[in-house]
Every structure is written in structure tokens, then in C-alpha cells.
């Protein structure tokens, strides 16, 4: 239904930030809620960060609640992930998803489009 891309990736020392960003297809990206995933090596992929086809409500994961932010602009087609505070464990593949707009933020399982992934690396 939607293709995603994401950017923004690299290589950072602990402590520092980043910002990823999505970018949709379609005109239709406001009927979508968002999310954010990542895949460490050697790990199950695992819920990031999720927000819904307005951008009024959103959802962390324990890991990095407190220390990111997701947003979304649904006139650009984009949605980024704000990272501060920036850990080793953080590093990953991160993956940008859409699920089908619903009343509150959906579960994992209906995020079903992904984008191809952008590599964050968090140096010691």
C-alpha cells in the first residue's frame, strides 16, 4: 500500500543524536500509523516507536522512552526518530513501518510495510 525509505543513519559516539526520517509514497500516508523498529545482530527484531495517522498520540519502547521522539508530517509524507542520549545497545538496523489507521496505536503485528532499513552504529 505504502513504500517507505528511510535515511539518516551512520555511525555516532555514545551520547550523541541522531535523526532518522521516513519517506512515504502515496497520498494517502495520513491513513497510516507509524512505527519504527530495529534489528540488532544476533536479535529479534524489536518495537522502537509508534505514532498515529495524526501525530497526537505515541508509543515507546522501555529502551529509549525518555531519550527519543517520533513525529510525523503528513504534508511532507515523512516521519522521523529523534535519538538522544545515544547508547552502544543502540546499534541496529532500523526499519521504518506503516500499519492501517485504527482507533489508537496498533499492535506489532499490523505493521505490515517496511522500508529497507538505514544502519545506526553507536561507538564506546
Known amino acids: 500500500q505504502v513504500q517507505l525509505v528511510e535515511s539518516g543513519g551512520g555511525l555516532v559516539q555514545a551520547g550523541g543524536s541522531m535523526r532518522l526520517s521516513c519517506a512515504a509514497s502515496?497520498?494517502?500516508?495520513?491513513?497510516?500509523?507509524m512505527g519504527w523498529f530495529r534489528r540488532a545482530p544476533g536479535k529479534e527484531r524489536e518495537f522502537v516507536a509508534a505514532i498515529n495517522w495524526s501525530g497526537a498520540s505515541t508509543r515507546y519502547a522501555d529502551s529509549v522512552k525518555g531519550r527519543s521522539t517520533i513525529s510525523r508530517d503528513n504534508v511532507k509524507n515523512t516521519v522521523y526518530l529523534q535519538m538522544n542520549s545515544l547508547k552502544p545497545e543502540d546499534t541496529a538496523v532500523y526499519y521504518c513501518?506503516?500499519?492501517?489507521?485504527?482507533?489508537?496505536?496498533?499492535?506489532?503485528?499490523?505493521?505490515?510495510?517496511w522500508g529497507q532499513g538505514t544502519q545506526v552504529t553507536v561507538s564506546s
Open positions: 502515496g497520498r494517502t500516508f495520513g491513513s497510516y500509523a
Open positions: 513501518a506503516a500499519a492501517p489507521s485504527r482507533w489508537g496505536l496498533p499492535p506489532s503485528a499490523e505493521f505490515t510495510s
